[in-house]
Nanobody, 125 residues
Framework: QVQVVESGGGLVQAGGSLRLSCVAS????????MGWYRQASGKQRELVAR???????NYADSVKGRFTISRDNAKNMVYLQMNSLKPEDTAVYFC???????????????????WGQGTQVTVSS
């Protein structure tokens, strides 16, 4: 069984900062990519930032220069440092752990894609 658990959301004023944390535990391993997505009320879920096991990152254009994703492979944790927050960043933020399927250290692992329950981030103007 796999658990993905986020923490660190809350209410902050525009221009402030928050740091989200996520831990993935269970039948999961550090080679997977991990990412943060968000879903605002009435909108579709969108990618915020993603990081590979090797540290490669990609960000949504709307958060570049303000948000930083990082990970601790030994702990299967991923973080999202959010600075200069804007009201339009208000959303439920979800952590994701994904593996496309393939060999890792000589062993085949099937595809998986796990989500956390989400954490609310609210930015007031």
């Amino acid at each position: 069984q796999v658990q993905v658990v986020e923490s660190g959301g809350g209410l902050v004023q525009a221009g402030g900062s928050l740091r989200l944390s996520c831990v993935a535990s269970g039948s999961i391993f550090s080679a997977n990519a991990m990412g943060w997505y968000r879903q605002a009320s009435g909108k579709q879920r969108e990618l915020v930032a993603r990081i590979t096991s090797g540290g490669g990152t990609n960000y949504a254009d709307s958060v570049k220069g303000r948000f930083t994703i990082s990970r601790d492979n030994a702990k299967n944790m991923v973080y999202l440092q959010m600075n200069s927050l804007k009201p339009e960043d208000t959303a439920v933020y979800f952590c994701n752990a994904a593996w496309p399927g393939g060999y890792y250290r000589g062993t085949y692992y099937p595809q998986y894609n796990y989500w956390g329950q989400g954490t609310q981030v609210t930015v007031s103007s």
